[in-house]
Nanobody
Framework: QVQLVESGGGLVQAGNSLRLSCADS????????MGWFRQPPGKEREFVAV????????NYADSVKGRFTISRDNAKNTVYLQMNSLKPEDTAVYYCAARIRGFIGTMPSEYDYWGQGTQVAVSS
């Protein structure tokens, strides 16, 4: 069973970088597409990035293209989100999620397992 745990969040100044990690202690997520989503304060959860099980296909929200990079290490059952040039509007709780069936997706409803989230706060 997929068991996701995010880490790497924190408080940073605008322009700086953070790398989020999502580890699957169930050691099954290497077979699945993995996505990152975020939920800003008072807003709905939104898509950030997704990567196919092989790592060959990725997709990004327009708001993070060119600044964020998603990657995975299937040997470690871990997915990463490298976030550069952070902006105050990137402030949110970031969640990773696993999609059991289907290819890469951008809707939260397409994902089957979720982590507990990690807080990212970007100050101006």
């Amino acid at each position: 069973q997929v068991q996701l745990v995010e880490s790497g969040g924190g408080l940073v100044q605008a322009g700086n970088s953070l790398r989020l990690s999502c580890a699957d202690s169930g050691r099954t997520s290497s077979r699945y597409a993995m996505g990152w989503f975020r939920q800003p304060p008072g807003k709905e959860r939104e898509f950030v990035a997704v990567i196919s099980w092989s790592g060959f296909s990725t997709n990004y929200a327009d708001s993070v293209k060119g600044r964020f990079t998603i990657s995975r290490d299937n040997a470690k059952n871990t997915v990463y989100l490298q976030m550069n040039s952070l902006k105050p509007e990137d402030t949110a709780v970031y969640y990773c999620a696993a999609r059991i069936r289907g290819f890469i997706g951008t809707m939260p409803s397409e994902y089957d397992y979720w982590g507990q989230g990690t807080q990212v706060a970007v100050s101006s």
